[in-house]
């Protein structure tokens, strides 16, 4: 990972966009990959390899990246957009990612008690409740 390549977005307005555009196709995917048998959730291997490429759009890092962090407290996530703005990224400390993670999560899954469901298992392994009222 060579962040030193990218453009980071340089205004609030900016990174909130890039936040709120690349949670919103995420979940989208996670909820309908939840019961897919073998299939492990987007989420899933955005936590386990601390990096994501999700269908060629959007790029996720979750930093400290590098061998055997697995476990270690995740400080930063860089999200790149490669679609639109290829070669820009918005850096953001991790509770800014887990509290939007969590309000996109209970935004796409209200009003369906199957998703709330699902929602609130994701919620639960990622640890993201004590985000909520962030």
């Known amino acids: 990972m060579a962040l030193i390549n990218f453009k980071f977005a340089n205004t609030n307005e ?5 936040l ?4 919103k196709d995420i979940v989208r995917s996670d909820f309908g990959l939840f019961d897919i048998p073998g299939m492990a959730s987007n989420l ?10 999700y269908e060629d759009e959007v790029e996720f890092y979750l930093l400290p990246h ?6 270690a407290p995740v400080d930063f996530v860089v999200i790149s957009d490669l679609l639109f703005n290829p070669g820009e990224a918005g850096l953001y400390a991790y509770n800014e990612f887990a ?4 309000a996109e999560l209970m935004r796409q899954s209200e009003g ?3 998703r709330r469901e699902k929602a609130a298992t994701l919620i639960q ?9 962030m």
């Open 20 to 23: 709120n555009y690349a949670l």
């Open 125 to 133: 392994r990622y640890n993201l409740q004590e985000y909520a009222d």
């Open 66 to 71: 590098g061998n055997g962090a697995k476990d």
């Open 14 to 18: 900016n990174l909130n966009t890039l």
């Open 99 to 102: 509290r939007g993670l969590y």
């Open 44 to 53: 899933d291997l955005l936590y386990s390899y601390r990096g994501l490429r």
């Open 112 to 114: 369906n008690e199957a």
